[in-house]
């Protein structure tokens, strides 16, 4: 299937679809390129927030907000492996019977999956700003990135049956 159409199922079932990544190839690129693509479309969905601050603020230009975010980004990969690591340890002390790529495929893919809504919550703070309504997405967000991530390292670790 093609990434967007795995997105698109992953809010139907994150399980099946955790289940046949981890059927596919085990090679690092693979759980790499779900961070890296991850990674990009989050820097993008940043640019309309960071226009509508440089708008307000113009001290601070448009070019160094996006250098400093996208700084930011790269050097959060390091951090998304260590917090896919602290996953499988907290799966394994549950019993989990998984291994260190399987707990990653499941983070990257569940950041990978939540990006169309990151971009919409990129759009809430690039055209309403700061207040109920960002809070309320971002709360959203969060929540579905859980789900997608549980879901993921529930069948990584555990096997997952439906």
Do not use: C, N
Request: net charge positive.
């Amino acid at each position: 299937m093609a990434v967007t159409d795995d997105i698109v199922a992953t809010y139907r079932g994150p399980r099946a679809v955790v289940r046949r990544l981890l059927k596919g190839e085990r090679h690092e690129a693979r759980a790499l390129t779900y961070l890296i693509a991850a990674l990009v479309v989050i820097y993008i969905a940043q640019w309309p927030g960071m226009s509508r601050a440089a708008h307000f603020a113009p001290e601070v230009p448009l070019v160094q907000r996006m250098v400093a975010a996208l700084l930011a980004v790269l050097a959060l990969i390091p951090a998304f492996y260590l917090l896919a690591a602290l996953g499988h340890f907290a799966a394994r002390a549950l019993g989990g019977r998984g291994d260190f790529f399987g707990a990653r495929i499941a983070l990257f893919w569940a950041l990978l999956a939540v990006t169309p809504l990151m971009l919409l919550q990129g759009l809430v703070a690039g055209f309403i700003g700061p207040g109920l309504q960002a809070t309320l997405v971002g709360v959203i967000v969060f929540a579905v990135f859980l789900w997608f991530w549980v879901s993921g390292l529930r069948v990584a670790e555990f096997g997952g049956g439906e």
